[in-house]
Structures are given as C-alpha cells and as structure tokens.
C-alpha cells in the first residue's frame, strides 16, 4: 500500500458531488409554488384593481340633487346609495345655490326638481348655459308636462319616483354621457325651455280646460311685483325672453311668446306678429301706411308693426275691420 490517498469510501463507494436530500427538494418546492402563489395573487390583485378602476373611470357618475325639499332630496340619496356607480357629490334647496354648487363641482348629472321658490329648475338650467350637465328633471305628476318632456325627447322622473325609474334615467344618462350627445342635449333644453315648457302646477288652457291667467308675479330687482293681465299693453319677444309692457314699465320674464300665448284669453290678446302678442283693450287704431306696411298704434302711443297673418287675426277678432 502506497502513500497515496484512497478514493475509496469506508464502504466501498466512490464519493460524488452532495446531492440534497428529499426534505430539502421538498422545502424548495413549496418555496417555489409559494411564490408562484404570491406572483399569481399580485397579478390578480393588479387586474382587479385596473378593472376597479376601468370600471370608475367609465361609470361612475358624479351627481348633484336640486330640491327645494329636504325629504325629496333625501328620498333621491337613500334610492342613489344603493348604486356603487354614483357618487353625489352635493345638494342644493334652491336654484342660486345650486349655480355655485355645479360651478364647484363640475358634477356630470343633475336630478333637478322642476318647481322651486325665486328660481325654478328650467331657470337653473337656462342660467347654466348652453352646455349644463346632463339633467334630469324631476316633476310632480301632470300630464301636460309630461307630454311636453316627451316631445323634446328630455329625460324626467315623477314623484315619487321607484328605484327602478331612477336606474332606468341613469342607465339612459349613461348612455347619453358616452355617444356625447352633450351638446345637442344642451342646446335642446334650452329651446324647450324658450318654447314654454310648462311646470307641473301651470297646464295650458284648452278646450277642455279653458282657464286663462288672470295674474302673474315678476320680479323686479329686490322686490316681486304683481301683474294683472288686465294691465298688460303688449308682450313682445326678445331671445330666450318676454317684454311685458305695462302702463310705465316693462316686466322680463323667462317665458315665451308661445307660452303666454296658450294661457292668455284669445278673445283679448291677438298675436300680431311673430314676435309680439297685443291687448285689444288698449289698441287705438290701425294705421296702413302701405300695401305691406300696417301698424296697430295702442293707447299709450306705441307702434307694433303687424304681419300679414296678424292682420287676419285681427280682422277675425274685431269683424267691423
């Protein structure tokens, strides 16, 4: 036997390399699957939290509530907590209110009630300009209004309105918000607010209703003034406005021609031409000062020019013409 060392084992084998034993295998397995786990439960909390936010950035609707009721608005939260996609980001009891609100808060829907004290809710709206919020009127039940509503293709709610008429009126907003109708709508309500939407609490006279306005308050700076139809020398109109001429003043009101013209007695108020409606109470005379050129002069020494169709109206309702 040399002095060379054998590579022999007491046993008789030849030695290799360490080769880990089958706890530790199992131990780096499930260190493995571990963090395949973790790897997996990050990637999904990652998807969730991209889907979380996909889902708010395309659904969640931030709304303000317009009433002048506290119960009303109130009803509306309670009805509007129940959905993860809305967020109302304020409320407002009167229509100067809600101006600053929506200035602040740039909300994309508002549930704005029709009838309300100083500043009613197509006042808000018209005040909004021609590009508000998408809006959704809130009305008590009248057939007139609603008929109106439909007509101008405007969304409404009636009160009290159920959980699901608000899910249906969101779902169309939602709708509306994303082919960017938003324009159209705008300038839509603004025309039918023009045209004499009426309120719930004012449907127009017809032949089955033939009540006529006999009064009318207006405002005037700080105060509110009563108007007697009585009094009124002629109405003209002016954009998204009326000139109600009385004995030494004039009243600007948020209404139309069209609308005084359905609620004022025809057998005393003609409409002369298209942009102005007289009294026959205070008209003087006609005077023709040419083949197309007519003028019907009141009492006080105002000249209303007068259309051609506004002539036939006259001479139907005064026939010695």
């Known amino acids: ?81 129940r959905d993860a996609t809305v967020r109302v980001v304020g409320e407002a009891a009167d229509g100067f209110s809600a101006l600053e609100l929506i200035a602040r808060e740039q909300p994309d829907l508002l549930l704005v009630d029709i009838q309300m004290p100083a500043m009613d809710g197509f006042e808000l709206v018209r005040r909004l300009g021609p590009e508000p919020p998408l809006v959704i009127f809130v009305t008590a039940y009248d057939q007139y209004a609603v008929r109106a509503f439909r007509s101008w293709a405007l969304d409404y709610l009636l009160k009290p309105c159920s959980e699901q008429d608000l899910q249906n009126a969101l779902h169309r907003a939602r709708g509306r918000l994303r082919s960017n109708e938003m324009a159209t709508l705008g300038r839509r309500m603004l025309e039918a607010i023009a045209d004499g939407l009426p309120s719930a609490a004012e449907p127009p006279s017809t032949p089955d209703n033939p009540t006529y306005l006999q009064r009318f308050t207006a405002r005037k700076r700080s105060r509110t003034v009563l108007v007697a139809v009585d ?81 036939e109206l006259l001479r139907e309702a005064l026939p010695t013409l």
């Open 231 to 311: 009094e009124i020398e002629w109405i003209e109109a002016d954009d998204y406005c009326v000139r109600v001429h009385v004995p030494g003043a004039a009243h600007v009101l948020r209404r139309s021609l069209k609308w005084f013209g359905e609620r004022l007695d025809p057998a005393l108020f003609v409409r002369v031409h298209r942009s102005a409606l007289i009294n026959l109470a205070h008209l003087r005379e006609i005077e023709h000062r040419g083949p197309d050129d007519h003028v019907a002069i009141l009492v006080s020494g105002t000249e209303v020019p007068l259309s051609r169709v506004g002539r």
């Open 1 to 81: 036997m040399n002095g060379t060392p054998s590579n022999e084992t007491p046993s008789g084998e030849t030695p290799s390399d360490e080769t880990p034993s089958d706890e530790k295998l199992s131990d780096e397995k499930m260190s493995d699957e571990k963090l395949s786990d973790e790897k997996l439960s990050d990637e999904k909390m990652s998807d969730e939290k991209m889907s979380d936010e996909k889902l708010s950035d395309e659904k969640m609707l931030r709304l303000v509530i317009v009433d002048d009721e506290a119960l009303a608005r109130q009803a509306l939260r309670n009805l509007l907590q």
